[in-house]
């Protein structure tokens, strides 16, 4: 990927995203799920491989944070660095282990605190979503459909306050894997709001909110804050993905 020296972040997230899909993909085809831990261990470490090894050698100067450690010697020190990579090489290991389609590549691209580049691959869906909708102001969020709103959270550990916001709305809790494919829900309509609390780090939500605000949709903190990485401690427990039209009803249901 030489050639991707000159290429634009936004361009640059979503093809490293891509390719690592890909290699996802094709890891799966040729060891089967009968071994799902050794499966996922080794779709983590070969994305991570490829994603770290591209970013070595497109953006050099630039810092990396990736669910798999940090870049290691002869990168810059993330901590106070302007431009800081947030990866998450295989997000919704436990889905990629099964044999399930709600898996992801998380690839962003941090300034100053804010996530303002990002690529959300979803490989068994063939799909990726990008940032690069915010040079022509946008994209629109896909139409919602008809009936009751519908608020996706996690298979394993669905959070109380989800359920506080769908008996408030007269919602739908709809599970699902991965944060970045949760995130992709909102944004091609399938669902209207993505809750989540109880855990997460900064590689789980830093490119997936950085495409939801390209596609125009609210993303925050569940008390409304501003979501700010490349922090000490990347621990960002808790995260809002909506429709703009439900964010202030949400936010009202979670502090009544």
Known sequence: MRDLATTDDDELAARIADEAGRVLIDLRHDMGLDDPRALGREGDRLSNTLIMATLRDVRPHDAVLSEEGDDGPGRPDRIGASRVWVVDPLDGTREYSEGRDDFAVHVGLVVDGLPVVGAVSLPGQGLVLDTSARRSGGRALASRRDGPPRIVVSRTRPPVEAERVAARLGAQLVPMGSAGAKTAAVLQGTVDAYVHSGGQ????????????????????????????????????????????????????ALHP
């Open 201 to 252: 780090y900064e590689w789980d939500s830093a490119a997936p909110v950085a495409v939801a605000h390209a596609y125009g949709a609210y993303a925050a903190r569940l008390d409304g804050s501003t979501l700010l990485y490349n922090r000490a401690d990347p621990w960002l427990p808790d995260l809002l993905v909506c429709r703009p039209e439900l964010s202030g009803d949400i936010l009202e």
